[in-house]
């Protein structure tokens, strides 16, 4: 992967970014993405945020080799602290962390997000965390994506301002992934289920603890929504 061909994960993610508009990628890595939308003429500027020290000087090296720097501000910065009003940020991008943890990312800065438009967020586990922060926060999802590259599987979540509600099957699995039920989505979660029998048959033979019990009741009734999900 480089500035010029990004992986199938990260092109996804860029096919949501409306052209022209003024992005912030926290998170940024190596800068990949911003780089490769201001190169392909898809957006004119971008802030790149990054929390760690290495991937700070590693995303500043490479949009100085792009010739970009005048485009692209790079910040080492913690999460949404990265963004400063005068970025007139219309669209944020955060990909390849935990759910929880982009919901957190989203939770502390989300006195920053104003005149933020849209949110595209890529979580590699979790998405229910984000599902649940929107319908908290006065944002609701316009469109989603599951993909899998490399063996693995991912889901991509796009936000917008609005009022969403969800039932708990789809703050799970996502309400569009669930009307979609493509293959992937049925790899995933047929996955997740064994996973969860596996794990509730080590919980059956562990004891009968206040803790181990509640468990065990979560575990089955997630089991019974996915599998009704599956038989269908």
């Not at 949501?16 to 004119?44: M, Q």
């Not at 943890?101 to 979790?126: C, D, S």
């Not at 929107?134 to 899998?148: A, F, Q, S």
């Not at 989505?185 to 603890?209: C, D, M, P, Q, Y």
Request: glycine residues 8%; proline residues 3%; charged residues 25%.
């Amino acid at each position: 992967m480089n500035p010029l061909k990004l992986s199938e994960r990260l092109a996804t993610v860029a096919s949501f970014i409306e052209k022209g508009s003024v992005l912030a990628d926290i998170g940024s890595d190596h800068a990949y993405l911003p780089c490769h939308l201001v190169k392909t003429g898809a957006i004119e500027r971008a802030v790149a945020g990054e929390v760690a020290k290495g991937p700070y000087e590693s995303a500043v090296a490479n949009v100085a080799k792009e010739g970009l720097s005048n485009a692209i501000t790079v910040r080492l910065a913690n999460g949404l602290a990265a963004l400063r009003t005068e970025d007139t940020v219309e669209t944020i991008t955060i990909a390849g962390m935990g759910g929880t943890l982009i919901a957190g990312i989203l939770e502390e800065g989300k006195a920053r997000l104003e005149g933020v438009k849209r949110i595209i967020a890529q979580p590699n586990i979790h998405a229910i965390a984000i599902r649940s922060w929107c319908m908290d926060n006065g944002w609701t999802l316009v469109d989603e994506r599951i993909l899998k590259e490399d063996d693995k599987i991912y889901e991509i979540l796009v936000l917008e301002r609005g009022k969403g509600t969800f039932s708990e099957l789809e703050l799970l699995v996502g309400p569009f992934l669930l009307a979609e039920k493509s293959p992937v989505f049925i790899e995933k979660w047929t996955r997740e289920l064994e996973e969860w029998k596996r794990v509730l048959h080590a919980i059956e033979n562990a004891g009968h603890s206040e803790e181990a019990l509640n468990k065990k009741a979560q575990l089955q009734a997630k089991i019974e929504m996915v599998g009704k999900v599956l038989s269908n």
